[in-house]
């Protein structure tokens, strides 16, 4: 142990560049959680059971009894519902975010992030970054087992693959929006497990309260407005219309007019939203 | 001009309890202040308060040169932090903690991993290197987080309670390591609950209650506040206790106490070892027989009893330490069950 003593002291090196260092110390971050997520792929496959066990149930149980633009057929419903299930897949990476964050502040791993000379937002962005890439695995196992079932693009119109990945884009887009959320949630209660259940809990009536499963034209109007306006119904409809999938929405609320558009604005003023107020909060965490 | 690590006046208050009630510290370049105090005294708040991680409501702290709250990242660049739970991420290996925190202090990836090599292999890790940190024992993180807190070598080092939860042959070793890295020059400010670390690491004490630096010196110059040496009998016969008491008051330089149900009596003497041979030929003389005598210098227990009026233990009550609920898989370690008392 005598080099403990041989080592020149003296403080660390100072970062080159502001922007540089926060890039850097993001993906360092974000390299540390990929490391994790690939030790415990229980959680990767868990994140995965929950999505295929949606599209499963909703095609065969409800498939049938579904009345997409006056068609009752079950691949009719499976084409409108994919879009759904995908969006609200990637918004449950909240829990997930939220949970991890809660789990390093509780470990006393975010003390000592806090205690280093290092970018004050990386420690959240490298998070949600590695988290965005968990999400697109997911997408990508979710969109073969959707085939599977009987899910097609441009089975109401037509589509190309620059639409189909645009589509996508957005999904990724605002699952990592939500994240953000998720790392508020995170860094806002006391326990791992409080982060968990607090991280689902507010998800059901936002992806529920949607366009997501049903056709809001025949929710109470109160209801409908409240689920066309909702942030996430934009980004399901941008995906309906840039998939050419059934049941869009022929509302006049700008969001379903708009809904590429809207889904873009409401994803980027989430992250420029949650984004402050999690950073603010890390500054001042406390275990 | 104020040493590597200096304090004043520093307040921080959580609702209605007010863990620091105006700390002043002054920690010269180069020496270990050992911050010793019962759970809640507000030792971990201090630390966090110099180490950036908490903002006091008022007070000033300077470390390593520099304003800790005008200059806080500059700050971070010049300590080393190694907190009261060992803050390793369990999934990641041993090599990747301290690689990762390499980068988090702005080294460059070829430093980083040659350091992390370097450490792994000065704290007894290096065939523990590749395997995740779960698999460690406590000690093990324990050695790994201290290894992380020294990836720069920084001049300036915080502990918190570095050896709470560990065996004695661990918390052997933790204190080699301390000793040698002070040696090197690094300042140190160390927390303990154990009167017997403190007395061991530190050059200076600082005694903490209920938010405050209640005395303050080197362990001789606390210890003489006590109030000197003292004889200690055990008699064998329960009979004997008046007779025994007779015979200490003789010698004493004070009164005897006398603890019934352990048949053990207690003076303050003057005199030392020659005056321990006298009252043993003495109590011999009389016919009592004693099952265990000695000369006690006094403890940092009793130093501790003879400030606040308490033993230290473990409290109870709500403290910042206990607002944190002990991380999985390193609870119930509390001091108590291991305090160790000072011979």
Known sequence: ?287 | MPGAIYAEGLVKTFGDVKALDGVDLDVPEGTVLGLLGPNGAGKTTTVRCLTTLLRPDSGRAVVAGLDVLKHPNEVRRSIGLSGQFAAVDEYLTGRENLQMVGMLYQMKAGAAKARAAELLDQFGLTEAADRTAKTYSGGMRRRLDLAAALVVSPPVMFMDEPTTGLDPRNRQMLWEVIKRLVSGGTTLLLTTQYLEEADHLAHDIAVVDHGRVIARGTSDQLKARTGGERVEVVVHDREHIATAAEVLTGFGKGETTVEQHTRKLTVPVAGGAKLLAEVIRELDGRGIEIDDIGLRRPTLDDVFLSLTGHVAEAKAEESEEDRRDAPRGQSGQSGQSERETVK
């Open chain 1, 1 to 287: 142990m005598s080099a403990v003593t041989d080592a020149v002291r003296g403080a660390a090196p100072k970062p080159a560049h502001p922007l540089g260092q926060s890039v850097r110390d993001s993906l360092v971050i974000a390299k540390r959680n990929l490391i994790r997520m690939s030790r415990i792929p229980e959680m990767v496959i868990f994140g995965l059971i929950q999505p295929i066990m949606f599209v499963v149930l909703f095609t065969y149980v409800f498939g049938g009894s579904m009345q997409i633009g006056g068609s009752t057929s079950a691949t009719d419903y499976t084409n409108f519902l994919m879009a759904g299930i995908f969006a609200q897949t990637v918004t449950f990476a909240t829990a997930g975010a939220g949970a991890g964050i809660a789990d390093d502040m509780h470990k006393g791993l975010i003390d000592r992030f806090r205690s280093l000379p290092m970018a004050r937002g990386a420690v959240l962005t490298g998070r949600t970054l590695a988290d965005l890439v968990q999400t697109a695995l997911t997408l990508l196992v979710l969109a073969v087992v959707a085939l599977l079932v009987g899910w097609r693009v441009g089975s109401d119109g037509s589509t190309d693959a620059a639409r189909v990945l645009a589509a996508f884009g957005l999904l990724l887009l605002l699952g990592y929006a939500f994240t953000w959320i998720g790392a508020l949630i995170g860094l806002s209660v006391r326990t791992p497990e409080a982060a968990t259940s607090g991280g689902l809990i507010w998800l059901f009536p936002v992806t529920f309260i949607s366009n997501a499963f049903v056709d809001t034209s025949n929710m109470t109007p109160w209801l409908r407005h409240i689920a066309e306006w909702n942030p996430f119904s934009a980004t399901v409809q941008a995906c309906r219309v840039l998939f050419a999938n059934p049941g869009q929405s022929a509302s006049d609320a700008w969001p379903m007019q708009h809904p590429v558009w809207a889904s873009l604005i409401y994803s980027v003023l989430i992250v420029v939203i949650f984004r402050t107020l999690a950073v603010r909060k890390y500054r001042s965490a406390t275990a």
